[in-house]
Structure formats: structure tokens, C-alpha cells
């Protein structure tokens, strides 16, 4: 069932309402949010009665249409997903989390960064496919395959998260139909791929709701899994089996909705992300009003997006919160829009039968202090400000009800905690004393007086030493002069598919300029060089081999398609692939040369007019490799086919049979190389693959992992001397 026919039983029964409750009704809003609208706090306590009271009504019909079944959430396997209450999506390219120079993976390390900074996570999810896939054929098992130690070692990794008490999911890339074919059904493979390493859930990118083969391929495999899905889950029904989810895209208003999955189902899981939020108030308030987790999602496709310190600390305390309380969030008895004393503040009650706990958000810019709650007095029960770790004294008035006075800072947090006398003595193994102190502790600073600045992660390009051509005026063998250029207009272009959003971290960040961006243009003046005429190629790189004998240390992938040492017969002139960006300077300071920058590539390829092709202008497909869009990836094309495609210099073949390793950028999280050049090879049936970059002022930008994971069979590399220093 779709998402529009949903929206129609909610609008037939919501014509049952009063004038003033229907004002106020929870709507499903849109394609991209899975939100109910929340009751305003003008309706009264009739009117909020009579909301809660269709909620309700509409949970119960919903479940009886559907012949709704929550088995899938008792069995033991999975009981762990009500309590992921800060989950992160990770790039496997964090060099947290690997680091390249030692050649291991750091768990430790990562997961002691999140701890210091906001309290630590319960489950990550670990991204080590797009943006990179689709480079040449390789299929996302392929690429896991090529992560460091290959199976064996994510298996290693996988337990170092687990020993750390952290779940582990994998997406599904339910897109990849362009790649190399797989004989297994992707259900079938990725199971049997999760139960290999003992990964713990899979997340389905771009997957409104993980269908059900992938269930009956667990359950056939006895492995069970969480399947978490990205987009909104059009049928109701498929949260029998999708027991996690992401709140992805909501729609904020003053007045917080409520999760129609949470509401559905309490037991299951929402993971709220907003992913190129900088302010996070709205996500963290939302995600606390409806008692969720929060995805704190900071490596965005190699864009470093920080949580700031100042909503780090309220996640630092929200999740110690959840973390003491781990029950109530997943309770069948919650209470979205409880009555509160004060306009903009907005309340729920979660209870497990064994203590209650009442979220507070501030959805106003103003404190708000003095009397927040009215609840009715019970003997023997005993009240704490979690936010601030403090008891709190109940005022008594006439009416057989209490007043719960605090004070809760503009758009800021508040939690009470309801427990019966003498509680927190019995439970001898987690006092609560020790949690109110650190709770206090937090609370020394309010969170208006913590910083929220945000600001982009710096970069540094890696020096590439300048090697002089042994004499002076003399072209060395194979190589092209290019002439010293004077106010050369370097324009430079990145074809990644996403991060406009965050303009100032996205991209590259050349040496003369004060941050990333994807685009950029600079006049600069360019020294005289020599570049090979062609691309490297196979026999230029055996003799190498036979020279050196060299053999990488990560040799997963090193020169794939060549056979005990030997490159195909015919393959002479084809340019050498499946080497690596290491491997490439290897062989560049073997012959006494270097790797070009990416300004002294695209000088070469275009002159000084700022042609867009190395011949001109105007697109022309004769002057270049014809596109292979098969899966199965024929080899690239010869170097010297087609001289008609020369650049104004009479360098050949620079673009579309090859990618060209040129430029490597590091931040404090990422490395990425700029390709240049584009390729023959192009993915079909998704939008998501690795984009083509043939124009000559654009580049790709390529995370780096691993030698094996970085090698492809599309991309190779020329070389360059200088002329002078």
C-alpha cells in the first residue's frame, strides 16, 4: 500500500474529530517524511484527549487490517535494535577507522573519537561502495572483497566492533544492475556475505522499506539480520521485518510530529538523520520528543561534516539518558503531547511499568522557567531532573495533582524521571546516584554557552618532488616539451554527484585557496615540463617489473588482468591498469619521473585557449575510445588509436580510455585522489555510478583506502619531468 492511500485513511478518520481537534490533526506529510503532525499546545486537554484517542484508534485498525505481527522484534537476535540510540554512517575510507601507513584497521581509535566528543555510538554503518562504484565493473561484493584483509579481515573488524558492545550494518546497494553479474540472487548473496564477517544488520540504500526476500533469505540461511531501509516506508506492513529505519528528510514545525513508524510499532527503531544539518537542534529535539536514536553522520561521501561541540554535548547527554533508561523507549504505553504548563514547550511519557521518564523540548527561543509539568500526586514516587542530575521537590496544590518546576534553556532539552521510593536503593548493580552526578557534571555549562561554530576541514595536497630532465633542452625519449605557460587560467571542476549543500567543504582545496570547493579558477604560471606522449603502458611497466621486480606490499588487485607476471598477448600498446596511486609513483621514480599535478595534466590537454577536449570544443566520439556499457568490461583501447585527438602540445589518448591518477589530498579524515581524463567504461541502469569527467577542466574525485581497493581496471597514469627547477 502506498504512501497516498495511507494519507486518505488518516484524512477519513479524522473527519469523526471535533472542530478544535481537527485543527490539529496528524497527517502522514509527504513522500520524504514519515512524521504524524503533533497537537498544538492551544487545543486544551479535551482536545488533546480526543487527538490521542483517534491516534490510537487509527494504530489499533491499522494493526487489524493488516493482521500486523511483532514476532520479528521478540525473538532474540534482534531485541538489540530498540536499544541502537546513536547509530553513525561511516565511510570505511575514515582514516579513524583505517589507517593506510600501518595497513590496519583502528576500531579503537574511532570509536575512543565518538566517545570523547558525545558519548559514544551503539551501531555504524560502514560505507566502503559509493561514491566510488561504478569506476570500472567491480559489483559492491567485489568492493567489499577489496576492503583491507578481504573477508578474513572484515570479519576481524566486524568482532572488534562487537567486543566494544557496537553493531555492525552494510548497505545494500539495491541499485547495482551495471556492474559484474553475480549467479546468486542479491538477497541470497548478501546474506550469505553478512554471515561470512558477522555483520549484524544491512541497510537498504535508497529502499522505501528492505522487502521481504531479503528475510527469507536470512531465515533460510539462519542468520537472522535488522534490515533498515533509507526511505520512507510506503507499506505499513513491511515493519513486521524491517525492526530499524532512518527519519530521513522530516518536516520540522514548531509543534514536534510524531513518528508514524515509532507510533505504529514502539518497539521498532527510528535512527533520525539530517545529514547536511550544521544546526542540529531540530533533529536532536525531534529524535528526544519521540524517544529515537540519533545517526550522527559526519563523513559524508569524504566531506567532513562535524557535529558541533555545543550539540555534541546535548547528544553526550540525551544518549546517557536512553542509556539508563533502556526500556521505556520501546514501551507499548508512550504518550506523545502530554500537557505541559508553558507555550513552546512540548513533552512525551514513556513508561516500561518500572519507571517513567518525561522528554522536555524548548521549541521557543526564550527560557523558560519555573512549573512544567501538572501530574497527578502518587505516594511514594519520587521525581529527578535528568538534564541537570538534580531530585526535584514536587509542589502539592488543591486538586490532588503536583507541579515538576525547572528550568529548560531556549530550544534547549529537559528529562524527568518518576521513581518509587526506595527504587534506587534495591537496584544495587546501577545506582542512580552516580548517573545524577555525571548528568550534573554535563550540566556546568549551558548549552547556549558551548560553541555551535562550524567550519570546514582544512586540506593539504601531497608534495609531488620536481625531477629534472638529465640535460637540459634535450626531450627525453617518449615525452612531449610543454611550454612554460604565463597567466594560464586554471578552471577546475569536480563531477561528484552530491555535496553542494556543504559548498565550502565539498571538493578539493588547492594550495592557494582557503577551503574545499567543488569548483574553483585560479591564474597561476606554469613552468616548463615534459609529459609522455602516452599513457603508461603494459610493456613499459613489464620492463619495470623485470628491472625491479617489485611487488607491493598490499598486492590485493596489483595488475588483475595480467596472468603469472605476463600481460595478454596483443596488450603491448593498451595502458597499464590496476595499479594503484602508489604503485604508479613507484614506477614514475623507477623511470626518473613523477606524477603530473592536476593544473600541469590540463595545461597539456588544453593549451591556453580553455578548450573543453584536447582537440577543441565540440564533443567528438571518433577522437576517443567508444563507450563499453556492458558488464562484463571489455580492455581499454590501444594508446596511439587515435592521434586525431591530440592536444595542441600532440599529447595522446588523455581522455576517455583511462582515468589518470594526478593529485592526492588529505585531510584529518579522508584521502582522495583527482582523476582526470574519464574512461571508457560506463555503468549503466543507476544514476549513483562513479560520473564520466571527458571535459578537460573537470575531475573526479576518488576516496582512497587501500592499494587494493584503490586499484580499477579503468584507471592508469602518465607521467611528467621538469625542464628546470
Avoid at 520524504?32 to 490521542?52: F, I, M, Y
Avoid at 561502495?129 to 573488524?157: E, H, S, V, W
Avoid at 579522508?670 to 555510478?689: D, V
Avoid at 578537460?696 to 602518465?718: C, E, I, T
Amino acid at each position: 500500500m502506498g504512501q497516498r492511500k495511507i494519507k486518505s485513511i488518516f484524512l477519513g478518520l479524522f473527519c469523526l474529530w471535533s472542530t478544535a481537534a481537527l485543527a490539529q490533526e496528524p497527517k502522514w506529510q509527504g513522500n520524504w517524511n514519515e512524521l504524524l503532525a503533533g497537537v498544538s499546545d492551544t487545543v486544551g486537554a479535551k482536545g488533546r484527549d480526543t487527538w490521542l484517542q483517534s491516534m490510537r484508534a487509527w494504530r489499533t485498525a491499522e494493526r487489524k487490517r493488516l493482521q500486523y505481527s511483532d514476532s520479528n522484534y521478540l525473538r532474540k537476535e534482534l531485541r538489540w535494535t530498540r536499544k541502537v540510540f546513536v547509530y553513525a554512517q561511516m565511510m570505511a575510507y575514515d582514516r579513524y577507522f583505517y589507517d593506510p601507513v600501518a595497513g590496519r584497521y583502528t576500531v579503537d581509535k574511532f570509536l575512543n573519537d565518538l566517545q570523547r566528543r558525545y558519548g559514544g555510538v551503539d551501531a555504524v554503518l560502514i560505507w566502503g561502495t559509493y561514491p566510488n562504484i561504478g569506476i570500472d565493473n567491480r559489483n559492491q561484493f567485489d568492493l567489499m572483497a577489496a576492503m583491507p584483509g578481504g573477508i578474513a579481515g572484515l570479519k576481524k573488524m566486524v568482532a572488534d566492533f562487537r567486543r566494544r558492545g557496537v553493531r555492525v550494518f552494510f548497505p545494500i546497494m539495491i541499485w547495482d544492475h551495471g556492474t559484474r553479474r553475480i549467479s546468486l540472487s542479491m538477497p541470497e548473496a548478501l546474506v550469505k556475505e553478512m554471515k561470512d564477517i558477522g555483520a549484524d544488520g544491512m541497510f537498504g540504500d535508497t529502499m522505501s522499506g528492505v522487502d521481504e526476500e531479503f528475510k527469507l533469505a536470512y531465515e533460510s540461511q539462519h542468520y537472522p539480520l535488522a534490515l533498515q531501509p533509507e526511505l520512507t516506508i510506503g507499506d505499513l506492513k513491511m515493519l513486521e521485518w524491517n525492526p530499524t529505519s532512518w527519519g530521513y528528510y522530516w518536516q520540522y514545525a514548531r509543534v514536534p510530529g510524531v513518528s508514524t513508524y515509532k507510533w505504529m510499532e514502539p518497539k521498532h527503531q527510528v535512527c533520525l538523520t539530517n545529514r547536511w544539518a550544521v544546526d542540529k537542534t531540530d533533529d536532536l529535539q525531534y529524535a528526544f520528543f519521540n524517544g529515537i536514536a540519533y545517526n550522527a553522520w559526519e563523513n559524508i561521501w569524504g566531506i567532513w561534516n562535524q557535529v558541533p561541540e555545543r550539540y555534541a554535548l546535548a547528544l553526550r547527554r540525551i544518549s546517557a539518558i536512553y542509556r539508563r533508561f533502556p526500556d521505556v523507549w520501546s514501551a507499548e504505553d508512550w504518550e506523545p503531547h502530554i500537557s505541559t504548563v508553558q507555550a513552546g514547550i512540548f513533552a512525551s511519557r514513556f513508561s516500561d511499568g518500572d519507571h517513567t521518564v518525561y522528554t522536555l523540548v524548548n521549541r521557543d527561543s526564550v527560557d523558560r522557567e519555573g512549573r512544567q509539568l501538572r501530574l497527578p500526586y502518587k505516594p511514594g514516587v519520587e521525581y529527578y531532573d535528568l538534564w541537570n542530575g538534580t531530585k526535584l521537590e514536587p509542589e502539592k496544590d488543591s486538586t490532588a495533582s503536583i507541579y515538576l518546576r525547572l528550568s529548560i534553556e531556549k530550544r534547549g532539552f529537559g528529562a524527568i524521571a518518576a521513581v518509587r521510593s526506595g527504587q534506587t536503593a534495591k537496584d544495587m548493580s546501577r545506582p542512580l546516584e552516580p548517573f545524577l552526578a555525571a548528568m550534573r557534571k554535563m550540566a556546568v555549562k549551558r548549552l547556549q554557552e558551548v560553541s555551535d561554530e562550524w567550519k570546514p576541514l582544512p586540506q593539504r595536497i601531497v608534495d609531488i618532488p620536481l625531477i629534472k630532465a638529465a640535460k637540459q633542452g634535450e626531450v627525453p625519449s617518449g615525452m612531449v616539451r610543454i611550454p612554460a605557460a604565463r597567466g594560464y587560467v586554471f578552471e577546475s571542476k569536480g563531477v561528484m554527484i552530491e555535496g553542494n549543500e556543504l559548498p565550502d567543504g565539498l571538493g578539493v582545496q588547492h594550495p592557494w585557496e582557503t577551503h574545499p570547493a567543488r569548483s574553483q579558477q585560479h591564474t597561476m604560471d606554469i613552468s616548463a615540463f615534459y609529459m609522455d606522449k602516452y599513457p603508461v603502458t603494459n610493456q613499459q611497466f613489464k620492463t619495470f617489473m623485470d628491472a625491479t621486480h617489485y611487488r607491493p606490499r598490499d598486492g590485493h588487485n596489483f595488475l588483475k588482468d595480467w596472468h603469472n607476471g605476463v600481460y595478454p598477448a596483443g596488450w603491448d600498446k593498451k595502458p597499464v591498469t590496476w595499479v594503484s596511486l602508489e604503485d604508479a609513483r613507484v614506477y614514475a621514480r623507477w623511470a626518473g619521473k613523477r606524477l603530473p599535478h592536476e593544473w600541469e595534466w590540463q595545461y597539456a590537454a588544453q593549451g591556453m585557449d580553455r578548450r573543453l577536449y584536447p582537440w577543441g570544443n565540440a564533443k567528438d566520439s571518433s577522437r576517443m575510445q567508444a563507450p563499453d556499457t556492458a558488464r562484463a568490461m571489455r580492455a581499454p583501447g590501444y594508446v596511439d588509436e587515435f592521434p586525431a585527438g591530440a592536444s595542441p602540445f600532440g599529447i595522446i589518448d588523455m581522455v576517455g580510455n583511462v582515468w589518470q591518477w594526478t593529485d592526492e589530498y588529505v585531510d584529518e579524515h579522508t584521502r582522495a585522489a583527482i582523476l582526470k581524463g574519464g574512461s571508457y567504461f560506463r555503468a549503466q541502469s543507476s544514476f549513483w555510478y562513479f560520473p564520466q569527467a571527458y571535459e578537460v577542466n573537470a575531475y573526479g574525485k576518488y576516496l582512497l583506502l587501500s592499494p587494493g581497493m584503490d586499484r580499477a581496471g579503468s584507471v592508469g597514469f602518465r607521467c611528467v619531468k621538469d625542464e628546470e627547477f
